[in-house]
């Protein structure tokens, strides 16, 4: 049986998360000895962008090239990813946590009369029944959910498994569905999006900064630290409240939640709903002035002192290693 | 126009999450419980377009009665009546059959939500209930205008924000910067105790999902300080010994 993936991209690539999302179906289907791996993306994009879902697991791609789908309007694309998984008589649907995923997921599950499980943090246990791991009360715990549906959805979090680079390449197939205008009643006018730039939810190493970097003026200690480390860009909420930094910057229990193989945070003191966003880190750093903040007790390395003078140091020693 | 807000009834933010009964069991022992910090971004942005637009604004639950209390705080907040469905909220799917069954008797053209509760933050209640009511449902929302029948909305993506538009009626699952978290004043206070409030039992539906049994995360081992003159010893670490650069 085929588990299908929602593949999501971005100017024309495919995300990373999609990736990680193909990743955990192709590790579940060999757990469970069998089931093809089958992508499905929506709207205009490359043939040879669509081949490399193979190396994380796909199969098969079947490609809906619809025009209207090229962006990410909910309900169309919960009709025809519907359509999608009814014609290929998938039971397993997977997709990684996102903006766009999320909204999605949930319509479908209607749609398909199937159950929905998010932030699905390990592979599913089929031992004796269906049983899957997520990460709730915002990172803090972990609940083992069983699912009694024919028709599953998970919803996958960053980091479930490792990112598979091996596969071989994807064929590409084209679909054409009948997708009703009423589909499309919601228009997205524009977008505001930073180019170019690591997106933080997807990275693998975040610099986050805080209250403690005074004011936006300084950011460019971070970008620089950023910049040699590869990273993401983020920030606490004060400080995007004030307007120092974007608010899709914001980590933490009311913004972005990421984990990041590291995570470094400077000038953060490191409030509950801070770490809320930043407890599924591998690894975490914390630069801070006061000794005595609460983040050194969440942290694996820290360095107690001041971030003016410990980031330009700590951007050369980087530098050097390279 | 008949606006809803449906809220959760969660742990503070700041809340020791432990669980009781050989780990099956959330413990509210000495947990307080709030109105979901998204929901309660959705009710600040209900409560003034009630007042921008002339509109009513009934608040919802589906929870127990210990529920009732934030109910409350939400009257105090600013809106005009409160319903309570009376039942354990056991799974996303059963609360969104419950909010929809509400919001088709009554006829809401605005159904507001946070982007989803902190609790099992699920993030799926808004498209479910859009989806079996056949309206479009836009979520994560940080921006929300009403034209006449014209929403305008921007919605959160990674890295960015989209400016989307859509017809009511619609559902919108809400995050900030939509409006500022708003604290009930004395009057406000007073007035709740006295605005209809109505329990009702749920219509049968079951869920389809059920929590077997609930974990905390590994303790983490303590931080190892790295002197500041030194940060090229805190980069050795980060390379051989946590090996994440
Ligand atoms: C419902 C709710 C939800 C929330 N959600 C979030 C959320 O999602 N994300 C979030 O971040 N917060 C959230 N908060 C706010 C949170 O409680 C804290 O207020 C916030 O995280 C503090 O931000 P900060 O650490 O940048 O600022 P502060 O707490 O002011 O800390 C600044 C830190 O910088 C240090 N510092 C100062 N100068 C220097 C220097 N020169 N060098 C090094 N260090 C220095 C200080 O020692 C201090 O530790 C939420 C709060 C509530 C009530």
Same mark, same amino acid.
């Given at each position: 049986?085929?588990?299908?993936?929602?593949?999501?991209?971005?100017?024309?690539?495919?995300?990373?998360?999609?990736?990680?999302?193909?990743?955990?179906?192709?590790?579940?289907?060999?757990?469970?000895?069998?089931?093809?791996?089958?992508?499905?993306?929506?709207?205009?994009?490359?043939?040879? &962008?669509?081949?490399?879902?193979?190396?994380?697991?796909?199969?098969?791609?079947? $490609?809906?090239?619809?025009?209207?789908?090229?962006?990410?309007?909910?309900?169309? $694309?919960?009709?025809?990813?519907? *359509?999608?998984?009814?014609? #290929?008589?998938?039971?397993?649907?997977?997709?990684?946590?996102?903006?766009?995923?999320?909204?999605?997921?949930? =319509?479908?599950?209607?749609?398909?009369?199937?159950?929905?499980?998010?932030?699905?943090?390990?592979?599913?246990?089929?031992?004796?029944?269906?049983?899957?791991? =997520?990460? #709730?009360?915002?990172?803090?715990?972990?609940? *083992?959910?069983?699912?009694?549906?024919?028709?599953?959805?998970?919803?996958?979090?960053?980091?479930?498994?490792?990112?598979?680079?091996? @596969?071989?390449?994807?064929?590409?197939?084209?679909?054409?569905?009948?997708?009703?205008? $009423?589909?499309?009643?919601?228009? #997205?006018?524009?977008?505001?999006?930073?180019?170019?730039?690591?997106?933080?939810?997807?990275?693998?190493?975040?610099?986050?900064?805080? =209250?403690?970097?005074?004011?936006?003026?300084?950011?460019?200690?971070?970008?620089?630290?950023?910049?040699?480390?590869?990273?993401?860009?983020?920030?606490?909420?004060?400080?995007?409240? #004030?307007?120092? =930094?974007?608010? $899709? &910057?914001?980590? @933490?229990?009311?913004?972005?939640?990421?984990?990041?193989?590291?995570?470094?945070?400077?000038?953060?003191?490191?409030?509950? *709903?801070?770490?809320?966003?930043?407890?599924?880190?591998?690894?975490?750093?914390?630069?801070?002035?006061?000794?005595?903040?609460?983040?050194?007790?969440?942290?694996?390395?820290?360095?107690?002192?001041?971030?003016?003078?410990?980031?330009?140091?700590?951007?050369?020693?980087?530098?050097?290693?390279? | 126009?008949?606006?809803?807000?449906? /809220?959760?009834?969660?742990?503070?933010?700041?809340?020791? /999450?432990?669980?009781?009964?050989?780990?099956?069991?959330?413990?509210?022992?000495?947990?307080?419980?709030?109105?979901?910090?998204?929901?309660?971004?959705?009710?600040?942005?209900?409560? +003034?377009?009630?007042?921008?637009?002339?509109?009513?604004?009934?608040?919802?639950?589906?929870? +127990?009665?210990?529920?009732?209390?934030?109910?409350?705080?939400?009257?105090?907040?600013?809106?005009?009546?409160?319903?309570?469905?009376?039942?354990?909220?056991?799974?996303?799917?059963?609360?969104?059959?419950? /909010?929809?069954?509400?919001?088709?008797?009554?006829?809401?053209?605005?159904?507001?939500?946070?982007?989803?509760?902190?609790?099992?933050?699920?993030?799926?209640?808004?498209?479910?209930?859009?989806?079996?009511?056949?309206?479009?449902? /836009?979520?994560?929302?940080?921006?929300? +205008?009403?034209?006449?029948?014209?929403?305008?909305?921007?919605?959160?993506?990674?890295?960015?924000?989209?400016?989307?538009?859509?017809?009511?009626?619609?559902?919108?699952?809400?995050?900030? %910067?939509?409006?500022?978290?708003?604290? %009930?004043?004395?009057?406000?206070?007073?007035?709740?105790?006295? !605005?209809?409030?109505?329990?009702?039992? %749920?219509?049968?539906?079951?869920?389809?999902?059920?929590?077997?049994?609930?974990?905390?995360?590994?303790? !983490?081992?303590?931080?190892?300080?790295?002197?500041?003159?030194?940060?090229?010893?805190?980069?050795?670490?980060?390379?051989?010994?946590?090996?994440?650069?």
């Amino acid at each position: 049986m085929s588990i299908l993936v929602y593949i999501e991209q971005s100017e024309g690539a495919i995300k990373k998360s999609s990736l990680e999302a193909l990743s955990f179906a192709k590790a579940f289907s060999e757990k469970i000895g069998g089931g093809e791996v089958v992508a499905v993306a929506l709207g205009d994009i490359a043939d040879d &962008e669509l081949t490399k879902t193979g190396t994380a697991g796909a199969s098969k791609v079947l $490609h809906v090239k619809d025009s209207r789908l090229t962006s990410g309007i909910i309900q169309a $694309h919960a009709e025809a990813v519907a *359509q999608v998984f009814n014609k #290929i008589g998938a039971k397993t649907l997977v997709l990684a946590k996102s903006s766009l995923g999320d909204a999605v997921a949930a =319509r479908l599950s209607i749609k398909l009369n199937a159950g929905l499980v998010s932030n699905v943090v390990e592979l599913p246990d089929t031992s004796s029944g269906f049983k899957v791991k =997520r990460s #709730i009360y915002t990172g803090k715990a972990f609940a *083992q959910t069983e699912m009694t549906s024919e028709n599953k959805i998970l919803a996958v979090k960053k980091n479930a498994v490792p990112l598979k680079t091996d @596969g071989a390449t994807a064929a590409v197939e084209t679909l054409e569905l009948n997708l009703d205008d $009423h589909n499309f009643s919601t228009k #997205i006018i524009s977008t505001d999006k930073a180019t170019g730039e690591i997106l933080l939810p997807e990275a693998d190493i975040v610099v986050s900064g805080g =209250r403690g970097m005074k004011g936006p003026e300084n950011w460019n200690l971070i970008e620089d630290l950023a910049k040699e480390l590869g990273a993401a860009t983020g920030c606490s909420k004060p400080v995007s409240d #004030i307007g120092w =930094r974007p608010h $899709h &910057e914001h980590v @933490g229990q009311t913004g972005v939640k990421v984990a990041p193989s590291l995570y470094l945070a400077v000038g953060i003191s490191g409030a509950i *709903q801070h770490l809320a966003g930043v407890n599924s880190s591998k690894c975490i750093v914390v630069i801070n002035k006061d000794p005595e903040a609460p983040f050194f007790k969440a942290a694996d390395y820290g360095i107690v002192g001041d971030a003016f003078e410990v980031l330009p140091k700590l951007t050369s020693a980087i530098k050097a290693i390279k | 126009m008949k606006i809803l807000v449906c /809220i959760t009834h969660v742990p503070d933010t700041t809340s020791k /999450i432990q669980f009781t009964e050989n780990n099956t069991q959330f413990d509210k022992n000495g947990v307080q419980f709030i109105i979901g910090p998204y929901d309660d971004y959705a009710l600040a942005r209900a409560v +003034e377009l009630k007042e921008q637009l002339g509109a009513s604004l009934t608040v919802m639950n589906v929870g +127990e009665s210990d529920s009732d209390p934030t109910l409350r705080k939400a009257l105090a907040i600013g809106a005009d009546d409160a319903i309570r469905v009376n039942a354990f909220p056991k799974d996303s799917l059963f609360v969104a059959n419950q /909010i929809a069954h509400i919001a088709k008797s009554n006829g809401y053209e605005l159904i507001l939500m946070g982007r989803e509760s902190i609790d099992f933050n699920g993030g799926m209640v808004h498209g479910m209930v859009g989806e079996l009511l056949g309206m479009p449902s /836009i979520s994560p929302v940080m921006k929300l +205008e009403v034209e006449g029948d014209t929403v305008k909305m921007s919605r959160e993506i990674e890295g960015g924000k989209e400016y989307v538009e859509a017809k009511l009626p619609l559902i919108a699952g809400c995050q900030e %910067p939509i409006a500022e978290w708003k604290i %009930p004043n004395m009057r406000g206070i007073m007035s709740a105790r006295t !605005k209809p409030f109505s329990v009702v039992e %749920p219509v049968v539906e079951e869920g389809n999902s059920r929590v077997i049994s609930y974990e905390l995360p590994p303790a !983490k081992a303590g931080v190892k300080l790295v002197d500041k003159d030194n940060v090229e010893e805190l980069v050795r670490l980060l390379k051989n010994e946590a090996k994440v650069l």
